[in-house]
């Protein structure tokens, strides 16, 4: 369970140097969210009154504001996204992709209908904004909520399509389809529909393949209480619909991690749930009282599932375009300090062969963070090359639900740490 970890919540962004970021080459625009933060009715604690969009460029520089700050609003990347819902049990977080191949941007125009919001109290649209300002309409009707449209995210360079499911906010639906549809809002249909589950099922937490062949999907089935017990994990071919089934009982995702798909399609990071009987063999043949859950990595063109943590992965595990590489999270202190006082999960890069270590990208201060303070690394992508890599960090102080985030770029060869700003980034626009 998250706690207010993944929230996109200070309202100030403080003044950074515009001073070019020393050997490396600049994305175009990261996309990023902040917050209006106000008391809860009757409550000493704060929570997220709005949501705005804003982008800025690698080199911290050309800050600008996309949407208003304006109360009851969530201008954010997706429904699905948990960066502005108040809930102790946000069992969604989402990564989707905002950014075209030409700089237009998708989003969800939201609006709460209550107050602290909750992931179900949102209704509202999505938009796409071109490098003009001129904003549109995706999807015809009032709600796309209520209409189902849901987990939208658009297509790498040289698809010109954008990806969407009828199971928003991962509901069930009759029948659960993934769709496609062009950023104008036509040729909409219908790609692929899971068969031969013998319950209503939602398909969720869409994800392209860098090469824009494939689209990683769930099949969510046994729903319990409007969470998934069970997953299936999908490949589905873009041209042609053709699915082939990755991986059966799987966990649920969102609640350990973003799972991923390599830039050209053949593998696939994903989290096994474990069992206790090693005759069910795979990946999930690591047997422990109670099992715990595995990280592994599927190759599709030969059918190997290679198992890369045998251990509980929390995060957004990403994998590197070339498929070599990936990340986990652990608690980091400083050197000589067993407990500081403090705890902060730092993410390390390691080899998708074997799970070992390649090195800790992240580290506490030196001075280190005042005594009770909880922090958290969230990697948001890796860059085109696969030699940097776009994070968030939450820190929350003693005493606070609400965390302050900032976003940083790390680059992997030298393994520098450069804070982009305050916010909660979510898509990185890598022009080719």
């Not at 995706?138 to 658009?154: E, R, Y």
């Not at 198992?307 to 050197?335: C, K, M, W």
């Not at 922090?375 to 994070?391: E, I, N």
């Amino acid at each position: 369970m998250r706690v207010f970890s993944c929230f996109a919540l200070s309202i100030a962004f403080a003044c950074a140097s515009t001073a070019a970021i020393a050997g490396s080459t600049p994305p175009k625009k990261i996309l990023f969210t902040r917050d209006l933060l106000e008391k809860m009715p009757g409550s000493q604690f704060d929570a997220p009154a709005a949501a705005a969009l804003y982008v800025i460029d690698g080199n911290r520089q050309n800050l600008h504001r996309l949407t208003p700050l304006q109360e009851g609003h969530y201008y954010i990347p997706g429904v699905e996204s948990n960066a502005y819902v108040w809930t102790e049990n946000s069992n969604i977080d989402w990564l989707s992709r905002n950014f075209s191949a030409t700089g237009q941007i998708l989003f969800f125009n939201g609006l709460a209908s209550s107050f602290p919001t909750y992931a179900d109290s949102l209704s509202g649209k999505y938009k796409i904004r071109d490098p003009n300002g001129h904003v549109r309409n995706l999807f015809p009707g009032q709600d796309d909520v209520a209409s189902g449209w849901g987990f939208v995210t658009w297509g790498p360079p040289g698809s010109r399509l954008i990806a969407f499911t009828n199971s928003a906010k991962a509901r069930v639906a009759s029948p659960a389809c993934v769709y496609l549809i062009h950023p104008d809002g036509s040729g909409a249909h219908t790609l692929w529909c899971p068969t031969g589950y013998s319950s209503p099922v939602g398909v969720t937490d869409l994800r392209w393949s860098g090469n824009a062949k494939y689209l990683l999907a769930y099949v969510n089935w046994d729903p319990y209480d409007d969470t998934y017990s069970n997953r299936d994990l999908w490949r589905i071919k873009v041209a042609t619909g053709e699915a082939t089934r990755v991986a059966t009982n799987v966990t649920v995702g969102v609640d350990y991690g973003t799972d991923d798909i390599s830039y050209d399609g053949n593998k696939v990071l994903f989290t096994a749930n474990g069992i206790d009987d090693p005759s069910e063999g795979g990946c999930e043949a690591v047997v422990n009282d109670p099992p715990a859950k595995t990280l592994c990595l599927a190759d599709l063109t030969n059918g190997r599932q290679l198992r890369v943590l045998a251990q509980d992965p929390t995060g957004n595990t990403l994998i590197s375009p070339d498929g070599n590489r990936t990340l986990r999270y652990e608690f980091g202190t400083p050197l000589g300090q067993d407990y500081p006082g403090y705890s902060e999960i730092d993410i390390f890069l390691i080899r998708t062969s074997d799970g070992s270590k390649v090195r800790q990208l992240t580290r506490p201060p030196a001075g280190g963070w005042p005594q009770g303070s909880y922090v958290t690394w969230r990697a948001v992508a890796f860059s085109r090359d696969g030699k940097k890599l776009l994070a968030n960090r939450d820190v929350r102080a003693a005493g606070k639900v609400i965390p302050t985030t900032d976003f940083f770029i790390i680059n992997l060869v030298d393994n520098r740490v450069y804070r982009v700003g305050k916010g909660n980034a979510v898509d990185w626009y890598q022009p080719q």
